[in-house]
């Protein structure tokens, strides 16, 4: 069974940090791109950032480039964000995917919940 964990979202004040983790298990890991997006409520879900199947490679939505990185560990199946400098804008749920090289299949976690208060 595919799934795709997300963890690591709660509270942080406004200037805080906090570290989302995406646990991947049920395919080769190492063969997909990893994307994090987020949707807050009443709008549609927005990329945040990805990173490539070797790790070598990062894209990063301006809202948060300078804020967020972006890493995983192969050989773990485990891709984290770390985001710095939380903004009120940035509450959201935030959900990882999974992209095969081809574009398909992808894969979607269940999401988890980052609020951030000013």
């Known amino acids: 069974e595919v799934q795709l964990v997300e963890s690591g979202g709660g509270l942080a004040q406004a200037g805080g940090s906090l570290r989302l983790s995406c646990a991947a298990s049920?395919?080769?890991?190492?063969?997909?791109?990893i994307g994090w997006y987020r949707q807050a409520p009443g709008k549609e879900r927005e990329f945040v950032a990805s990173i490539s199947s070797a790790g070598g490679a990062t894209t990063f939505a301006d809202s948060v480039r300078g804020r967020f990185t972006i890493s995983r560990d192969n050989s773990r199946d485990t891709v984290y964000l770390q985001m710095n400098g939380l903004k009120p804008e940035d509450t959201a749920v935030y959900y990882c995917?999974?992209?095969?090289?081809?574009?398909?299949?992808?894969?979607w976690g269940q999401g988890t919940q980052v609020t951030v208060s000013s």
């Open positions: 995917k999974g992209i095969s090289l081809g574009g398909s299949p992808y894969y």
């Open positions: 049920g395919f080769t890991f190492r063969d997909y791109v």
